[in-house]
T-cell receptor, first 115, second 111 residues
Framework: EAEVAQSPRYKITEKSQAVAFWCDPI?????LYWYRQILGQGPELLVQ????????DSQLPKDRFSAERLKGVDSTLKIQPAELGDSAMYLC?????????????FGPGTRLLVL | QQPVQSPQAVILREGEDAVINCSSS?????VHWYRQKHGEAPVFLMI?????EQKGHEKISASFNEKKQQSSLYLTASQLSYSGTYFC????????????FGKGTKLTVNP
């Protein structure tokens, strides 16, 4: 069964350092999403890609966060510099289509701890 | 406009039934249900589109009341494997393609 891949699974860093997360969506899925999930909360969308283009990044803190999907396949989310409040689970999801109602499939996530 | 889930938590014995509700203040196009076990990714359960349809997945089913903008998830004869946190995600009518998740309902099934 095809799955969304993410790495690393866990990351511990000190504040002010740079971190990067990688996501490989299910093959053929044109739409890719990055979510942040704080403990005890539901996932919150950070950025949505349709192929290589950003569709929605309204909730992405652009002063420190960046995301790219250069060839329209895998994607990287970067935080520089990391802050204590960035500690969370970062989830990647993909869907075959970004059309309303399309099923999103989540990867295992990267759990980030900022010290 | 985050949907409101209720209850926040529920504890069951194996074999008992439960209902989890998800309400929105906005007119909805669809409701998506996921289950997440501790430390794992959310797993898709089902989508309900406007029209009031009811869907099922094993002994888990759901309905969508378009008039109330509310969806309910029904867990029948619960199994230990049903334990986890259930999230609803809602897509409003009107063109937004951003799924907004509720805070989740933690379900614990005990032997």
């Amino acid at each position: 069964e095809a799955e969304v891949a993410q790495s690393p699974r866990y990351k511990i860093t000190e504040k002010s350092q740079a971190v990067a997360f990688w996501c490989d969506p299910i093959s053929g899925h044109a739409t890719l999403y990055w979510y942040r999930q704080i403990l005890g909360q539901g996932p919150e969308l950070l950025v949505q890609f349709q192929d290589e283009s950003v569709v929605d990044d309204s909730q992405l803190p652009k002063d420190r966060f960046s995301a790219e999907r250069l060839k329209g396949v895998d994607s990287t989310l970067k935080i520089q510099p990391a802050e204590l409040g960035d500690s969370a689970m970062y989830l990647c999801a993909s869907s075959f289509t970004g059309a309303v109602g399309g099923t999103q499939y989540f990867g295992p996530g990267t759990r980030l701890l900022v010290l | 406009q985050q949907p409101v889930q209720s209850p926040q938590a529920v504890i069951l014995r194996e074999g008992e039934d439960a209902v989890i509700n998800c309400s929105s203040s906005k007119a909805l196009y669809s409701v998506h249900w996921y289950r997440q076990k501790h430390g794992e990714a959310p797993v898709f359960l089902m989508i309900l589109l406007k029209g009031g349809e009811q869907k099922g997945h094993e002994k888990i089913s759901a309905s969508f009341n378009e008039k109330k903008q509310q969806s309910s998830l029904y867990l029948t004869a619960s199994q230990l494997s049903y334990s986890g946190t259930y999230f609803c995600g809602t897509l409003p009518q009107g063109g937004s393609e951003k799924l907004v998740f509720g805070k989740g309902t933690k379900l614990t099934v005990n032997p």
